[in-house]
């Protein structure tokens, strides 16, 4: 096809000091280098969702706000995604949990990549947001990279003072990830197309 | 002593339309009668915190926002919590999950309950909540009510036609957990007390 599956790099904790733009960064760095899919940045900080506000269950896909229109719309328009996220209190972070219940169909048979990271890696939230994933019926790859940090990998402003030195080590996790997301858009029913 | 503890029951949703908190008063009603131990509603709707969004890690307690100052100063004022909340896509409220985010110390070695809901019950909200709480070194009652909801419970204002009948299976086991919420308040150890 010409126009190529679009993935998104969802930006998962909107704390205004925070690593996880610059992690989501270097991961679409990695995972567009050489690939036929496009990836884009989502970051959840801009799209500034409120709490769940709709007065009807998101299942039903009767939207009552503009801004549920707009954020239905953009996830619509993705056919994977990738979801990097720090690991608060060995949970997800309520940003990212909030913005996967604002919607339901717009998820459904998707597929979705984790990319975690926290001092041990961030297992544990990954391992919560597998079951919301599967709750949302999408389709989670095999290979979720777990990134282990330490404080003395950035500078005084928490800027990474050499991410791609830092992450080096989880690189080949994250292009067996995406390889994985490539494999699941191309086969129809891992996808959900065969369900619609 | 002359002060009872004081137990918050924590309203789990913010929902415009909510059946939550009318569960909240429910598990309230059952758990004050007879109790030595004061409970008190504490909705998040009400604190309407934003999402968490100081520069520090809580852990630091270095707070920077009048919100959060206050939301410490109140978690503090309380010595055990019961959490009452839906689930959400096989996982627990962005909101709770926020509000437990934004502090650390004040949640520590305090006895915590669980009551959720769902047309399950909100088991696998329960299970990635009791993470949560190991990981904010709460100590969790051994019973965690899981109140079982059908829409015929309701009436079209969505509020309970008799939540006191609809819930009546369920009297017993918030008995039981209020009761093992005041031998973890008993037992120093257990509340934390002998760690301070």
Redesign the interface.
């Known amino acids: 096809m010409n126009s190529p599956h679009r993935i998104g790099v969802v930006v998962g904790s ?4 925070r690593i996880c733009k610059q992690i989501a960064q270097w991961v679409l760095g990695i995972a567009q280098n050489g690939s036929a899919l496009g990836y884009e940045l989502v970051d959840l900080a801009e799209i500034a969702l409120p ?6 269950i998101p299942a039903l896909g009767n939207y009552q706000h503009e801004h549920t229109r707009r954020w239905s719309a953009l996830v619509r328009s993705f056919d994977g995604f990738v979801f990097v996220l720090p690991q ?8 990212l ?2 913005a ?2 604002f919607l ?1 169909d717009e998820w459904s048979g998707k597929p979705a990549a984790l990319v975690t990271f926290g001092t041990r890696g961030g297992l ?1 939230a990954a391992e ?2 597998k ?2 994933l ?3 019926h999408m389709r989670n790859t095999a290979t979720n990279p777990a990134l282990n940090t330490r404080p003395d990998m950035l500078d005084e402003a928490a800027r990474f003072i050499d991410i791609g030195a830092a992450f080096a080590p989880f690189a080949p996790a994250v292009r067996q990830m995406c390889g994985e997301l490539a494999a699941l858009l191309a086969d129809p029913v891992a996808s959900g197309e065969a369900l619609q």
């Not at 608060?88 to 940003?95: M, S, T």
């Open positions: 909107n704390r205004p000091i709490f769940l506000d709709e007065p009807a608060y209190n060995w949970g997800d972070p309520a940003v949990k909030n996967l219940d339901y544990r919560q947001l079951i919301v599967q709750g949302l």
